[in-house]
C-alpha cells in the first residue's frame, strides 16, 4: 500500500481516491484545531494568532510533504511546553528562529534515517502512549466541565448523542461535523449562556505573512536556541512518528516514516517564516480524521486551507460555535483513543509487558510529557528484554576422568546483561591443571563479554591454570582480538571450524 501511496502512479490516487470523505474530515478537524491552538499558544505565552497561523501552514504544508497521508499535524501542547522559557526570556522573534533550527534537525534527522529508530519502541510502550494521551485528551476537557452552565452539560450530551447516534441514520457526513453544526444553530437560535469560540481569545483577522526571524546571527544566538531547537526537534518527531505507527494500524496502511521526519522539518521551518509556532502531529486531531472517514492527503490539506478560511472569512459564523460542541468532539476522541482491551489484557499478558504500559501511563500523566513517558517506558521494555535475554545463557561443566581437566560448555548469549552469570559459573580457584571455555554454542555480543572471558582466562592463568579457549565463531573471534586482553597475554583462543 505505502508504493502505491509514494510512488509517481499512486500520487494522484493518494488524492483522488476519497475526496468527499476527505474534504468532510477535513472540515471536522478545522473546528477541533481551533481551542487547541488557542491554548497551546496560551501555554507557550504567545498570542493565540501564533498556534492558529502555525496549525493553517504547518497541516497545509504536511499534507504535502508528510509521509503519513490522513495525519494531522499542528501546534501542540507537546511542543508548547518546551517553549515557554524561551519565549518568556527572550521573545517571540528568538521563538521562531528557534523554530527553524528545529525543522533543519528533523530534516538532517529523515536524511539520516532516523525514523527506523521506530522498531525499538515495544507494543506495550505504543498501547500506554495511546491510553496516557486519552487520558491527557479528556483532562484538558475538565475546565470545560466544571463550573458551567447546565446549558453547557446539556449541549456536551446531546453533542455526544448524536455523535454517537448519527451513525445509525447514515455515515454520509460525519457524525462530528453534524453534532457541532446542531449545537451551533441550537445556541444561536436560543441565545444560550455558553462559552463560544469568540471567548477563547483574539482571533486574528489577516492572512499570515512572510518574514524572517528578527534575532541577531551571531554564535551567541545559536548557544540560546540550540538546547531549545533539538528538544523541539526530539519530542516533535517522537510525537509525530508514534502517531504515524497508529494511525498505520487504524488504516491498515503504511507510511514513510523518514519521509514523515524531513515533512515535519520543512512544516515547521515554513511555519516560523510566516509568524507560527512550532509543532507535530495530533493524535487527538488526526483520530478525528481518520474515524471521520479521511483516508487521503486531502484531508490533511482541507483541515489547513478550511482553518484559514474560518479565521479570514467566516470568523463571524466561528465566534458563535460553542465550546461545547468541540468539547464533545474531544470527549469522542478520548473515549475512541483509549485502548480498553488493554485493561482485560493486564490479566493475561505476561507482567513486564504489563508494568511497561502502566509505568508509560503514569508517567506521561505525572508529567503532562509524552516524550519522558515513552522513554521511561522504552528503557524498561530494553531493562526487562535484557534480563530475559540474559536468562537464556548457561553454563555447564565436566570433569575429565583423570580429574586434571575442568570444561565448561558456555550456551546462549553472553552480553552485559549476562556477563556477570558466565563470571560467577567458571569456578578459577578449582584445584584443577587445565579449564576448556567451549563456546561453540555461545555468542559474544560486546566488550562487557569480552571483558567477563578476560577476567576469568587471566584470574584461572594466575593461579597456575591453562587456559583454552575453543569454539569461538568469526564475529566473536574478532570482538575477543579487538579489545580483549588475555590473548595478548598468553595463547590466543581458538576457533571453530566450519
Not at 516533535?236 to 508514534?242: A, I, N, R
Not at 553454563?395 to 570444561?407: E, I, Q, W, Y
Not at 569456578?427 to 555468542?443: N, Q, Y
Request: glycine share 8%; proline share 4%; net charge positive.
Amino acid at each position: 500500500m505505502s508504493r502505491n501511496i509514494f510512488g509517481t502512479a499512486g500520487l494522484l490516487h493518494g488524492w483522488r481516491s476519497n475526496v468527499r470523505a476527505d474534504a468532510l474530515s477535513g472540515i471536522v478537524v478545522a473546528l477541533a484545531l481551533i481551542p487547541e491552538a488557542i491554548g497551546f499558544s496560551v501555554i507557550a505565552g504567545v498570542d493565540p494568532k501564533v498556534g492558529l497561523y502555525a496549525s493553517v501552514v504547518i497541516a497545509c504544508t504536511i499534507a504535502f510533504a508528510g509521509g503519513r497521508p490522513a495525519m494531522i499535524s499542528a501546534a501542540t501542547a507537546a511542543t508548547a511546553v518546551v517553549m515557554v522559557d524561551l519565549v518568556r526570556e527572550h521573545g517571540v522573534q528568538y521563538l521562531f528562529a528557534a523554530t527553524i533550527l528545529m525543522g533543519l534537525i528533523q530534516i538532517l534527522a529523515g536524511l539520516l534515517k532516523l525514523g527506523r529508530l521506530m522498531r525499538f519502541v515495544s507494543q506495550s510502550v505504543m498501547t500506554g502512549f495511546v491510553n496516557a494521551l486519552a487520558i491527557l485528551i479528556f483532562l484538558a476537557q475538565l475546565p470545560e466541565l466544571t463550573g458551567v452552565t447546565p446549558a453547557t452539560y446539556g449541549l456536551i450530551a446531546l453533542g455526544l448523542v448524536i455523535i454517537y447516534g448519527f451513525p445509525r441514520i447514515t455515515r454520509a457526513i460525519p457524525s462530528p461535523l453534524v453534532a457541532i453544526a446542531v449545537l451551533t444553530a441550537l445556541t444561536a437560535a436560543f441565545h444560550l449562556d455558553v462559552r463560544t469560540v469568540s471567548h477563547l481569545g483574539a482571533l486574528p483577522s489577516a492572512l499570515p505573512s512572510f518574514a524572517l526571524p528578527d534575532v541577531p546571527l551571531t554564535l551567541e544566538t545559536l548557544r540560546i536556541l540550540l538546547p531549545y531547537a533539538v528538544t523541539l526537534a526530539a519530542v516533535g518527531l517522537l510525537e509525530s512518528l508514534l502517531t504515524a505507527q497508529i494511525v498505520d494500524d487504524m488504516t491498515d496502511t503504511g507510511s514513510n516514516k523518514n519521509r514523515e521526519c524531513m515533512g515535519q522539518g520543512l512544516a515547521n521551518m515554513t511555519s516560523a517564516v510566516f509568524g507560527g509556532m512550532g509543532g507535530c502531529a495530533m493524535i487527538g486531531q488526526s483520530v478525528i480524521n481518520v474515524s471521520s472517514g479521511a483516508r487521503g492527503r486531502l484531508s490533511t490539506l482541507v483541515a489547513g486551507a478550511f482553518l484559514l478560511v474560518l479565521l479570514v472569512a467566516l470568523q463571524g459564523l466561528l465566534a458563535v460555535v460553542p465550546v461545547a460542541a468541540l468539547t464533545a468532539v474531544m470527549i469522542m476522541v478520548s473515549l475512541n483513543t483509549f485502548s480498553w482491551r488493554s485493561l482485560a489484557q493486564l490479566r493475561t499478558n505476561p507482567l513486564p509487558s504489563s508494568a511497561v504500559m502502566l509505568a508509560t501511563v503514569l508517567v506521561v500523566v505525572a508529567t503532562r510529557d509524552l516524550a519522558i513517558g515513552v522513554l521511561v517506558g522504552v528503557l524498561l521494555s530494553g531493562v526487562f528484554f535484557a534480563g530475559k535475554v540474559s536468562r537464556l545463557s548457561r553454563v555447564t561443566a565436566a570433569l575429565s576422568a583423570d580429574g586434571r581437566t575442568r570444561t565448561y560448555h558456555v550456551t546462549g548469549q553472553v552480553f552485559f546483561a549476562s556477563a556477570g552469570t558466565f563470571t560467577d559459573a567458571i569456578d578459577v580457584l578449582e584445584p584443577v591443571e587445565h579449564l576448556v571455555i567451549d563456546v561453540h554454542a555461545a555468542h559474544f555480543w560486546d566488550i562487557s563479554a569480552v571483558a567477563a572471558l578476560d577476567r576469568v582466562v587471566l584470574k584461572a592463568r594466575a593461579r597456575g591454570r591453562s587456559v583454552e579457549v575453543i569454539g569461538l565463531n568469526a564475529a566473536s573471534a574478532t570482538l575477543v582480538e579487538r579489545f580483549g586482553t588475555h590473548d595478548k597475554a598468553g595463547a590466543a583462543p581458538a576457533l571453530a571450524s566450519h
